[in-house]
């Protein structure tokens, strides 16, 4: 959600610039508020004792002004406001007590002391109950003085001090009103809030969402969100939340009114308000809708490249409804799976995906056996016929479909790899294709994208099958072997080569080799070469690094070993022995 943020900000700032002026003069020790100080009394001489014969600033005091009757402070007061007042109680025109009293109700927090004669003490006592806190007697002791400031400047200190906090606080809270804003549009869309609670929080969170005014909710799901997630570092997956969120707030305040917020990892939220009666028509507004969900769609494939299903609920009557509302939409995006993804998708729509009974079927297991028995007979019509069925079925609408035809699906796999088993047709590479497809089907968000997944595994598997039927398992073989008859002096050749030679992978060309002659590739290889070096060695017109070079090895010393390995004899012994 966005929020003044620029006048926001510069407020903060001020205060913090402030705060931060303040505790430096804390940790140097020195810190403390200057207050100030009017003295009142018609007396010019006692004014100047008062103002000359004291350590005012010692007290963090600064004397700001002197008046000589009430009348006259009442005035200074409304112009400087002290904070603190030092009082003579009798005065000719506007006395101490009538002056407090008067202060009291206008200026609450300022502090008055009353300095007034021994015969006035049943007097200062009555005053005390109005607003004073503190009397002197006169002649004014400065230790007295001294004992009274300090206890008033203490005061003065802890209300300042509390001012402070709160403005701290109030400080945090600005700061923290964007997460209390998308913290309360959460809970509307969980357990809610009571309805007698709700006006007045929404007036302190400062949302304009009246109680009982119409809405919608769209969800935006983001598709491929596993795929999404994994080509991103953590910084970027920000970043993109970042600019989904804003681009779906922007697109928002264009086409209507709301909030937009984030509820979980690829799923974005906007509560959308109707026009108030009077303004624009049912109509008018609908149109708005689809237009803001047409929008965002393809602002969303535009400028951040990914696809995203919309699902949008019926209208909600008031805020109190928004939970439901929730529900519905999340609902009509979950629908991805049946309907298909990058799709806007509203609660009218999913009618068309109900069995036209408006009964949930239960999936037939014979489908199942209908697929297996068609693999066993090698039938790829069958095959095909059974992998429809199956998937028609599970498009019928029922509670948390996604799941449960992820779930079908991985018990078609395991079924499938059991058959293997019974074939002897399992191997590494159809193992690790498994453990991939299983990993996969978790990722995936429609019928649709498992349906291709099985397909593809189902056509790998139908060609093993196949191989091991026809005997295509010794034809690799016997290409493989001509293959390094013809390339074994190709000092590069590799196991990758062999297998794009014979239009297989590398894993299963060795897997295949293995299982029909117990060798390995390269041993069988490294044999093809040694057999041609035994040949060329009874000749005695090529040398020794001539052979190494004509069979495929670049270094003789290693050719030699290698040849010893295998034959346990050197080339010269062997050449000697076979002269």
């Not at 970027?236 to 009114?257: K, P």
């Not at 016929?385 to 078609?412: H, M, T, W």
Request: aromatic letters at 8%.
């Amino acid at each position: 959600m966005r929020d003044g943020v620029s006048v926001r900000d510069a407020a903060i700032d001020k205060v913090h610039a402030e705060l931060a002026k303040q505790d430096a003069r804390q940790e140097e020790g020195r810190w403390r508020a200057m207050y100030k100080l009017l003295i009142v009394d018609d007396e010019p001489t006692v004014r100047a004792g008062l103002r000359s014969y004291f350590d005012w600033a010692a007290y963090g005091i600064d004397v700001g002004g002197e008046a000589d009757d009430g009348d006259v402070a009442l005035e200074m007061i409304a112009r400087d406001r002290p904070d603190l007042i030092l009082t003579d109680v009798r005065m000719p025109s506007m006395d101490g007590i009538t002056m407090s009293q008067r202060i009291s109700e206008e200026y609450p927090s300022i502090k008055i002391i009353f300095v007034s004669g021994h015969d006035d003490a049943d007097y200062l006592k009555s005053a005390m109950k109005v607003s004073a806190v503190d009397y002197i007697f006169k002649p004014v002791n400065l230790q007295e003085l001294s004992t009274v400031i300090k206890r008033v400047v203490a005061d003065l200190d802890a209300e300042s001090s509390e001012r402070i906090h709160k403005q701290e606080l109030l400080v945090k809270l600005k700061e923290g009103m964007p997460l209390l804003r998308e913290k309360f549009l959460l809970s509307m869309i969980g357990e809610g809030a009571p309805k007698s609670e709700l006006a007045e929080r929404v007036s302190f969170l400062g949302l304009n969402l009246p109680v009982n005014a119409s809405y919608w909710v769209m969800v935006v799901s983001v598709d491929d969100l596993a795929d999404v997630m994994a080509s991103r570092s953590e910084r970027d997956r920000q970043l993109l939340w970042y600019s989904v969120l804003n681009i779906y707030q922007e697109l928002l305040d264009a086409h209507m009114r709301g909030y937009v917020f984030e509820h979980r990892i690829g799923e974005f939220v906007g509560v959308l308000q109707v026009a108030e009666p009077g303004g624009d028509s049912a109509t008018e507004a609908a149109e708005a809708l689809f237009a803001l969900a047409g929008d965002l769609r393809s602002n969303l494939e535009r400028w951040l490249k990914i696809g995203a299903t919309i699902g949008i609920s019926d209208l909600a009557g008031g805020l109190s409804g928004l939970a439901r509302a929730y529900k519905q939409a999340r609902e009509a995006a979950d629908y991805k799976w049946y309907l298909g993804k990058n799709r806007i998708i509203t609660m009218d729509s999913l009618e068309g995906a109900e069995p036209e009974d408006g009964a949930l079927r239960r999936y037939d297991y014979e489908f199942n056996e209908k697929l297996i028995s068609a693999l066993k007979a090698d039938d790829e019509v069958k095959v095909g016929e059974a992998v429809e069925s199956i998937f028609a079925s599970l498009s019928y609408s029922r509670p948390d479909g996604l799941k449960y035809g992820r779930n079908l699906c991985l018990q078609l796999v395991l079924a499938i790899g059991q058959l293997l088993m019974e074939l002897g047709t399992g191997d590494p590479e159809l193992e690790a294709m498994e453990a991939e497809l299983t990993e996969a089907l978790y990722e995936k968000e429609t019928l649709r994208d498992m349906r291709r997944l099985i397909e593809s595994y189902l056509a790998t598997v139908g060609e093993r099958i196949r191989e091991k039927r026809t005997g295509k398992v010794a034809n690799v073989v016997e290409r493989v072997r001509a293959y390094i008859e013809l390339n074994y002096a190709n000092g590069g050749l590799t196991v990758a080569d062999i297998g794009k030679a014979v239009y297989l992978s590398s894993t299963y060309v060795s897997l295949l080799f293995k299982q029909e002659t117990g060798q390995t590739v390269g041993e069988y290889l490294t044999q093809v070469r040694v057999d041609k070096a035994k040949v060329l060695l009874l000749d005695p017109q090529y040398k020794f690094y001539d052979i190494c070079y004509a069979i495929g090895y670049t270094d003789p010393s290693y050719f030699t070993k290698l040849f010893k390995k295998v034959t346990g004899a050197t080339p010269s012994a062997y050449r000697d022995s076979h002269g």
